[in-house]
Structures are given as structure tokens and as C-alpha cells.
């Protein structure tokens, strides 16, 4: 079938199998020409299709020569759909690590339920006997409680008060002003209970339970801290009560594992466009200007660049792992450099829809949004027709 970008609202609808791969190989192409570092050799992603996840993924492979097993929520192609970004990025990576002589194997299911648990932590013991990295790299907007059966709802919204701010249509280039009301408690409680670190610490114990964690393991789960402008909406907001609960998880879970030389952390990465951060109002105009400043001042990162500098820098070097006073790896440290924030603070106060596309990277917005779905790269012929039922590993 012909394949072309869909777009409704913050999603494609659609997504493109030779430009996921395309995407992907510009990844592993990136950490193959950095050098290599000593790492893990037996990783399981949670979260393992896209943005930081996959990266992570890629990284640990390309960069350390790690096995792994991805564990992820995509939807295959069915009848006149194609399948989701997540699924042909997946299908491409196994492809890839299988041609470097090193073992990828996919679950595709709901990782918060009890059945996709047990069948990875199955196959981490077949595979590797033990993890010595598992990544927690979920986001999603729901989910099903596996004891329970009750599904909650994560909501984006400010705690105690209104929030007002400007926020950006990348698609139409309109900046307005919006305001978002704020969250009932309920909102704040199901928001924690999705994005919170309850799941992280029932994998974590889950695979403490079955010995499928070496003596030394190391387990990461991802938080978001960025500047005052977006604080209200995301820091002191609902999903920052998830990352408040997700960090005391990180240092309860450091205390138990660090007792046979092992460890859990949070890394505070930077923003990036993904599918989640394109849904969060606001964040896309500062994101749009954050990736001008950078890019201007030859610091850009997109979750590659990230993920390769927190795996070969700050998890595995010589070093102890270095962390801020809350327990955090901070990988965001060149998002948050006084200048650069100074330059987004002074771009944010004249931003305005007649100014927007000259004054921010919009246009790299728009570009990064299109290449998270297949589209927009160079050598991809999009007027060919190309098969959207690609087969992806297990399933
Ligand atoms: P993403 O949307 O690109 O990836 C989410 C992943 O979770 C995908 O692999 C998806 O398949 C998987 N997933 C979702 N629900 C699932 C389920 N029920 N079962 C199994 N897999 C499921 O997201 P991202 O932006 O890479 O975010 C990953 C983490 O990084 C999050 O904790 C996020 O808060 C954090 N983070 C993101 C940013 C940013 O700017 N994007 C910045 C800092 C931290």
C-alpha cells in the first residue's frame, strides 16, 4: 500500500515500515560512531518501542553489545491499517541486533498485567539466566490494576489551581493562550497509580522473586524535571506527583538492591519529541524553542544522543554513579545550563503566532514529530508501494 501521514491532533494514525526502519538504523548508525563502553550484557526494556525506551535499547546493543528482550504495547497492520510506529521500529531493530549476532526477542502485551510479567520473566530466565540491566521506560495514558481489575485514567493538568500560559499548534504554527483547569484529587490518585513507580517495583520484585536479577543489577526508570514556565503543567502538576512517587521508588528500590552491589535509579532526562510530550500542552513551544537555543549553541539531543551519553557517561564508567541531592542522575544538566534557559525564558515572552516559526525550531519540531511515525526521511520513496504486514519477533 501507499503509505501517508495521518494526523489527528497530537497522533499519526499512520506509520511508514521502510522509514520506522530507516529511523531506527540512523540510531544504531549514531551509537555505532561513538565509542564503545564497557556495559550491560543481558538488558530487559520495558517500554522498549519508542522515544527513550528504544533508544536505550539501541544504545545498550550498539554501543555495549548487550542480548535484550523489549517488552512493549503496539498494535500490529490489519486489514487497511497500517501497524503502529512502535511495531515496525521493533521489527527493525530485531532485524538489525540479529545481523550484529546478538539476541533481541520482543513481547508484545500490557506490561502492567500479571500474564505479560510472568512470560517475560520466563523468558529472561531462559535467555539470560539473569538481567543485569532492566530499563522502566512506560508511558501511558491508562492502566488496568492487575489485582483489582480497575483501569485508571492518567490526566495532564495543574494541581490546586488554574494554569494559563501560551501553547503551540506545531501543526498550524498558532500560538494562543490556554488555560488548563485544574485536577480533583481522584485525577491526581489515578495519575500516580499509571505513571507513579508502583509497576516499576512490582517488575522489580517480580524478577527478585524468580532470581532472574544478577547480584549487581542495575534498574533505570525515566523522570522529566524542566524549567518554571512548564512546572505548573508538568513538575507540580499531576504527572509530577507520578515522578515525586516514581523517584521515592528509585531510592527504596537502590536500598534493597544496593545490598548485593547492585542499584536502582532515576535519570532526569531532557525533552524530547516524542508521541507522550507532543500531548502535554505547552511543552511543544518550549520544546520548539529549547531545540533552537540548543541547536544554536551546538548542544542539541534527541533521545539517541541522551540515552548513549547516560549509558557510556553516568551508568557505566569507572565511577560511582553520580547523583543530586534527591538521588537522581541528571542527564537534563545541559537543558537546564543558566544560559540556555535564560535564551528560551527571553524567546517564551515574545513568542507569538506571527514570530513563532522564526524564532524557534518549528520546523525541526514538525520534522522530529513526522520521523517518530516513518515520515520525512531522506531516502525513503514515499510513492512506493510498500507491504504494512511486517512480522515482529515472538508473536
Ligand atoms: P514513548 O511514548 O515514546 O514510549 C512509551 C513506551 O511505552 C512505548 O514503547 C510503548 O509501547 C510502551 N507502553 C505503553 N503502554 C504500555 C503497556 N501497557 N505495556 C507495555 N508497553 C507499554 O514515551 P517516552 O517519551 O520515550 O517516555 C518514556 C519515559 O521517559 C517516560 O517515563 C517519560 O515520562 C520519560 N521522559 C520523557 C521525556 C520526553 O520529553 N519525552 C523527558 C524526560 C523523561
Redesign the pocket.
Known sequence: MLIQPKIRGFICTTAHPAGCQAHVQEQIDYVASQPAFRGPKRVLVI???????LASRITATFGAGADTIG????RPAADNRTATA?WYNSAAFEQAARQAGRLARTVNG???SHAIKSHVINLVRKEFGQADLVVY????PRRTHPDSGETFVSAIKPVGQPYTNKTLNFHTGEVSDITVEPATQDEVDQTVAVMGGDDWRRWIEALEEADALAPDVLTV????IGPAVTHPIYREGTIGRAKDDLEQTALRLNERLKRSGGGAFVSV????V????SAIPIVPLYISLLYRVMKDKGLHEGCIEQMYRLFATRLYTEDPIAVDGNGRIRIDDWEMKADIQRSVAALWESAATGNVEQISDLAGYRHEFLRLFGFDMPDVDYTEDVNADVALGDM
Open positions: 517500554g522498549s518501542s519508542t522515544g527513550y525506551g517488552v512493549c504495547f503496539e512502535g500490557d506490561a502492567f521506560s512506560l508511558a501511558s526508570a525515566y523522570s522529566y532526562n531532557k525533552a524530547v516524542t508521541q507522550s510530550s
